[in-house]
T-cell receptor
Framework: KQEVTQIPAALSVPEGENLVLNCSFT??????LQWFRQDPGKGLTSLLL?????REQTSGRLNASLDKSSGRSTLYIAASQPGDSATYLC??????????FGTGTRLTVIP | GAVVSQHPSRVICKSGTSVKIECRSL??????MFWYRQFPKQSLMLMAT?????????EQGVEKDKFLINHASLTLSTLTVTSAHPEDSSFYIC?????????????FGPGTRLTVL
């Protein structure tokens, strides 16, 4: 069964800093890897989706990379802002239905 | 992007009662909808997958008689928690997928916070 791990569990950075969130998965036979944002008590917002054949995806200040062979993905956030404070979840999709989620990294950007 | 709504956003009920949660895809037809549960400080765990017009597929350890799922149309799926108990208190999130499940992302609803007293 796919297991997804995210490190660190929590991270605090001063505003303006660049940061990297890590995600690892045990089964490299994935269709895609997604990064989501979750605000407290809210649902999920999809940030980036990387297909298994891709190496990275970019959206604004966000860049996600995927190394399938090593079972790793990273989410890079440039020039962090207080509004980026949230929990970031990665999820590996295996099969047509299954999204396996990590436990998330709770990010706090200090003004 | 596609919009998925959930209703209610928050519900408090007494132990032993049943609670129904609705999940709607507002601007697309969702052949498949998913129900997740999220306990505090834990990640989302898939409970069941529902396909329009057929019975839901439940994940191991999820009681199908307790968590009734109905997916009667391409835009609506419901989750009924029957005879709720305090341990059922959780954040329930649905998601909806389009036709191309492998390449399409799932679109998530805003979640429903269930508190059972």
């Amino acid at each position: 069964k796919q297991e997804v791990t995210q490190i660190p569990a929590a991270l605090s950075v001063p505003e303006g800093e660049n940061l990297v969130l890590n995600c690892s998965f045990t089964d490299s036979a994935i269709y895609n890897l997604q990064w989501f944002r979750q605000d407290p008590g809210k649902g999920l917002t999809s940030l980036l989706l990387i297909q298994s054949s891709q190496r990275e995806q970019t959206s604004g200040r966000l860049n996600a990379s995927l190394d399938k062979s090593s079972g790793r993905s990273t989410l890079y956030i440039a020039a962090s802002q207080p509004g980026d404070s949230a929990t970031y979840l990665c999820a590996a999709q295996t099969g047509a239905n299954n999204l396996f989620f990590g436990t998330g990294t709770r990010l706090t950007v200090i003004p | 992007g596609a919009v998925v709504s959930q209703h209610p956003s928050r519900v408090i009920c007494k132990s032993g009662t049943s609670v129904k949660i609705e999940c709607r895809s507002l601007d697309f037809q969702a052949t498949t909808m998913f129900w997740y549960r999220q306990f505090p400080k834990q990640s989302l765990m898939l409970m069941a997958t529902s396909n329009e017009g057929s019975k839901a597929t439940y994940e191991q350890g999820v009681e199908k008689d307790k968590f009734l799922i109905n997916h009667a149309s391409l835009t609506l799926s419901t989750l009924t928690v029957t005879s709720a108990h305090p341990e059922d208190s959780s954040f329930y999130i649905c998601s909806a997928g389009g036709q191309r499940m492998i390449t399409d992302t799932q679109y998530f609803g805003p979640g429903t916070r269930l508190t059972v007293l």
